[in-house]
């Protein structure tokens, strides 16, 4: 769909070493157990830090963003891996490539969610997989910031429950998309992917200062990767896969 967010802005990406990179990781390959990542496209790639945890485990990996990549995350080791820029809404790749698309905190920020998962769809092989995460409107707070004049001194613009308002009053504000599970899985089917698998991802308290408040509620509350409370997590994660008989390595 469309953007009704008026002042939409570019995701920050995950740094090395967050633990948000590790729970989608683990996710993802808990996911995809049972096939191997064949070939692989990451879409919203940023500054590598969360593809290179795939290349190993991958016979190919693409790394593709609308900006520059910045070799900050030690790309140059990999063989396997290489890097194309370019707009998500229309992917310079030919039909049915890859085995395996990821997309990370992606739709959120272009300006046409629904043209940009035509497009995986379209390069994704029949029988691929696709694991996609976005944010999550039942989080406590708005994960990419808001506008809201008088609270700009929170940190963040982390302005608690803001996520929780009517779409038409939070996209007046809010510097990127939410979504629900129902809403996701309707733009995914859509698209013409089956969906296999939903859920939340827990909420990995990057934003926290290293200490030991940190480290308690994430010994506790926030310990699992995934949750079954939407209130706890941050994120959402659909997989899908794309009908039809799969060719070579899926």
């Not at 982390?158 to 129902?182: E, N």
């Not at 308690?216 to 310990?223: L, N, S």
Request: charged letters at 20%.
């Amino acid at each position: 769909m469309k953007s009704e967010i008026s002042n939409i802005e570019p995701g920050r990406p995950a740094r090395t070493g967050q633990l948000i990179l590790d729970r989608r990781y683990r996710i993802a390959t808990r996911c995809r157990s049972e096939r191997k990542i064949g070939a692989m496209l990451d879409i919203g790639c940023g500054n590598g830090a969360q593809t290179r945890l795939f290349v190993p485990d991958a016979d190919q990996v693409v790394g593709f963003d609308l900006m520059p990549i910045q070799d900050t995350e030690g790309y140059n080791k990999f063989d396997k891996f290489s890097f194309v820029q370019g707009n998500a809404e229309k992917l310079p790749f030919n039909d049915s490539v890859y085995n395996t698309i990821t997309s990370f905190e992606v739709l959120e920020h272009v300006p046409d969610d629904t043209a940009v998962l035509r497009e995986m769809f379209r390069v994704l092989k029949p029988g691929g997989f696709l694991i996609i995460s976005v944010p999550n409107r039942w989080w406590f707070f708005e994960s990419h910031g808001a506008n809201v004049p008088g609270f700009n001194w929170i940190p963040w613009n982390r302005i608690p429950f803001v996520s929780w308002l009517p779409t038409m009053i939070h996209d007046k504000i809010a510097q990127a998309r939410i979504y629900t599970v129902p809403q996701t899985s309707r733009l995914v089917r859509d698209a013409g992917f089956r969906i296999r698998q939903s859920g939340f991802i827990t909420a990995p308290l990057d934003v926290l200062p290293n200490g030991s408040i940190q480290s308690f509620f994430r010994r506790t509350i926030f310990k699992e990767d995934t949750t079954g409370i939407p209130c706890l997590a941050v994120n959402l994660f659909i997989t899908a896969e794309k009908p039809g008989k799969t060719h070579g390595t899926s």
